[in-house]
């Protein structure tokens, strides 16, 4: 039997839609070239089989006892491409496949990658050159919402853009009083039903610090998360110290996080109204979606600043949900920043971008660290070339559950 051809699509500035997808999976040509069966790995097919669970009860990806609901992102694509694996395609789709993945799971996945594809073909759209499967050597067109098999794909730097300059603006109120320490762990262990996920967790964030939080997919990054921002009742009773007070003891939920500052991509998807780019940073004041208050001249002065700052003076009027998805992150980065939080979460920024997507949002989250008073907690499997990032608190998984460790420089 031939080596199938292997394709690749990169899909920086593209809006690929689901239903593009499902018909590059139909496609005639796809068939007649690879055989007749085929699977789709995307979020798509994976919300599928998280729908059916949800709804009806229905496990596929799992066994009865278990659950794709409590998984984590990584461990969801791992059982996802298993059972893709077992029904033996003809070829896969690969939408994306690495995002959220850990380093060594990613590593892991090429290398099974590579096997497969002496007898399966493989399509993979991509954004990341790193991600970049070698043994792909034909790139598809994509037009008016169908694929089609396209040349020989050209090998490209990445043209990375040098990073941006920043003008900070100025803060809208001062930080009220804080303690240096912002938050911490004293040995916190955390369990759901028998299984313990972290392990005497110690770990303490100053003012101004800029961490980044790693671990294999599944290590309990999330769940620790969770517990900061009040998303969790995995905290209460715990020896957990927020802004100075014990966990559960003093502020609601709601006090606390107007002192965070959280942004991830999935919040993107929350705003798909009719929102210009302004109101959804002057919103970012009093955490509200549409705005319900006037706002003072001097807070619509400073959401300017951070408009300019992001480089996006002349979209001011534009609707969030028109602009790119680099641009909405920044908008999202600058919506979090103009209420001048101590503490800034920043979960996968980078998801999903292209190379100089990813290096303009890596840019802003310098000019932060350098320039503010925030203390910066970023998640991301990736090691973005360029970040600035003094201090790691990384989660290594044991049979116990997982533990931390620091590592600084
Ligand atoms: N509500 C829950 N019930 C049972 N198990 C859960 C629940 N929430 C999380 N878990 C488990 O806790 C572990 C840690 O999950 P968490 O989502 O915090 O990991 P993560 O480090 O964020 O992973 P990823 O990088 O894949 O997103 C996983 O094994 C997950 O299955």
């Given amino acids: 039997m031939a080596t199938p051809t292997h394709y690749a699509y990169n899909t920086t500035g593209q809006r690929i839609r689901q239903q593009d997808l499902v018909s590059l999976l139909k496609a005639d040509w796809l068939k007649q070239e690879a055989g007749p069966r085929g699977q789709l790995f995307s979020e798509y097919s994976l919300t599928q089989y998280l729908d059916l669970e949800y709804r009806l009860g ?20 791992k059982l996802l491409l298993a059972y893709q694996l077992a029904q033996n395609p003809d070829y896969l789709i690969l939408d994306h496949p690495f995002d959220g993945l850990d380093l060594e799971t990613v590593k892991a996945l090429k290398a099974q990658l590579r096997l497969l594809a002496g007898h399966t073909a493989i399509l993979q759209l991509y954004t990341r050159h ?33 990073e941006a300059e920043y003008q900070m603006p100025q803060a809208l109120t001062a930080s009220s009083d804080m303690p240096e320490v912002l938050i911490e762990f004293r040995d916190v262990s955390v369990s759901f039903g028998d299984t313990c996920v972290l392990q005497n967790i110690t770990w303490q964030i100053k003012k101004a610090e800029t961490w980044q939080l790693t671990g294999a997919n599944g290590s309990g990054k999330t769940t620790l998360l969770s517990m900061i921002t009040g998303d969790s009742v995995k905290g209460y009773g715990k020896e957990l110290y927020i802004f100075g007070t014990k966990k559960g003891s003093g502020e609601s939920v709601w006090e606390l996080k107007k002192k965070i500052g959280y942004v ?74 103009i209420k001048n939080p101590p503490l800034l979460i920043l979960d996968e920024p980078t998801f999903a971008l292209g190379d100089q997507d990813a290096a303009l949002v890596v840019g802003l989250i310098n000019k932060l660290s350098e320039s503010t008073r925030a203390a910066i907690i970023y998640v991301s499997h990736r ?20 533990v931390g460790t620091l590592k600084e420089g």
């Avoid at 229905?58 to 694509?77: A, H, V, W, Y």
């Avoid at 090691?383 to 997982?402: H, I, M, W």
């Fill in 130 to 162: 790193e991600d970049l499967l070698t043994f792909c050597t034909d790139t598809l067109v994509f037009e008016n919402g169908t694929f089609y098999k396209g040349g020989k794909l050209k090998p490209k730097d990445p043209d990375l853009k040098a």
């Fill in 383 to 402: 090691q973005e070339p360029g970040l600035r990032v003094d201090r790691e608190f990384r989660l290594t998984k044991t049979e116990k559950g997982s």
């Fill in 264 to 337: 991830t991509p999935v919040l993107t998807e929350r705003f798909d109204g009719m929102h210009s780019v302004s109101d959804m940073v002057v919103g970012g004041i009093y955490d509200s979606v549409g705005l319900y208050k006037r706002p003072t001249s001097l807070e619509r002065s400073i959401a300017a600043q951070w408009i300019a700052l992001i480089g996006l003076e002349s979209k001011s009027s534009s609707r969030f949900r028109d602009l790119s998805e680099v641009n909405k992150r920044l908008v999202l980065i600058a919506r979090a920043m």
């Fill in 58 to 77: 229905e496990k596929i990806l799992t066994n009865d006892q278990d659950s794709l609901l409590t998984k984590s992102t990584g461990e969801r694509k």
